[in-house]
């Protein structure tokens, strides 16, 4: 029996801004964030949307009525979380109307939540191949105005159905752990944005790459050209071209496997860091961008979580499912976003529920998504569902 990803859907805001544009406002050369950062466009959250509203739409496009049924078992990883006693994931599948009798949870370790959660999930279907397990991965991604970070900002939601018999990725039980505690990035509870350090993140990133690289090579004998294409975590997309770059002399055919890594950032490149959702829109990236793709081809992926975990582990391509219309359904979500101004990013970047106890409600007239939030009245999230 084959245990994986069966489904998978996307979910950004209908709003970003360029990063020429950011670059001119912050006294940059825009070649520094294009080439020297990878980013171009940057996905800029209104606050009529949280992690729940953007989990609840990235799954409502994947979900049948059948698997709402089928679902026993709902993960949410993110590091944005909305409380810190209720998860994410109960606020979902009630917006959703996903099965009561099922198992709802949320995980944290910075952008490793969602690998935490796809693994997890697996191991559940495989004891349990008949029910389904439901993984969102959101996360909205903070530095602050005028900050070296801001360049690698974003946003935005993953949802994955997890099954027997997966129609996109077989998921193998091949994996390498690393962790250690590092204060690399970190979110305090009283904070919006994070606090990081950024070139040391960078370092540990690469350190943790190799790390579970190497472990992963020696446990299952394996070496680069095993692979179609490896998958990374993109804080920003030259992070993951620097850590391909570190182990690409190990291959025969380098070209190739680059020309893998350039389908699978592409989308990257145009929303910004996902954290949790960050891997999986770059697999995403490489399903619908790729035309060297087969089924059974070994797709890497390294997971990474600062403070820190890391993961590499590998899945094959089952290629049962329609490739060209998750391409037309992401070309369409990414190309009807609209670009608004530095002037206009900046408002909205300071417009959110405030940390303390005070009521505010949102206009949501102008947020045609599914699931917005309207606001907080007594303590309490009000979200509501549009259409
Ligand atoms: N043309 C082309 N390239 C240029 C350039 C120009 N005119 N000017 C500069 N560059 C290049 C630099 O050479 C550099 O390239 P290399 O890294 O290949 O050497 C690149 O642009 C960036 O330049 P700097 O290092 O000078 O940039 P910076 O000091 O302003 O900060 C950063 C970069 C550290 C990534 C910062 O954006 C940051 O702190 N980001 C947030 C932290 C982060 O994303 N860390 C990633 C690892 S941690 C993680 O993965 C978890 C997570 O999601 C956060």
Redo the contacts with the bound molecule.
Sequence with gaps: MTVGIDKIGFYTSPYFIDMVDLAHARNE?P??YL???GQKKQAVIPPTQDVVTMAANAAQKILSEGDKEKIDLVIFGTETGVDNSKSAAIYVQSLLGISKQARSFEIKQ??YGGTAGVQMAVDHIRLHPESKALVLAADI?R?GLNT?????QGGGAVAMVISSNPRILEVEDKRSFHSDNIM??WRPLYRHD?V?D??Y??S??ADFFQQTWMDYRQKYHRTIDDFRALTF?L??T??GL?ALRSIIDQSKHPEAILEQFEASRMYNALVG?L?TG?LYLSLISLLSNSEALNQDDLIGLFS???GAQGEFYSGRLSDQFDRSQLKTDMDTILSERSRITIEQYQEMYQTFLPLNEEDKLFDVSSDNSCFVLKGRKENRRIYLTKN
């Excluded at 070296?148 to 690698?152: D, H, K």
């Design positions: 050369d070649k520094k080439i020297g950062i910075a952008c991604a530095y070296p970070g801001e360049v690698t690399d990035f994070a990081v950024g070139h993140s960078n540990i990133y975590h804080p920003y030259k992070m620097k860091n954290y960050s990474y979580g600062s």
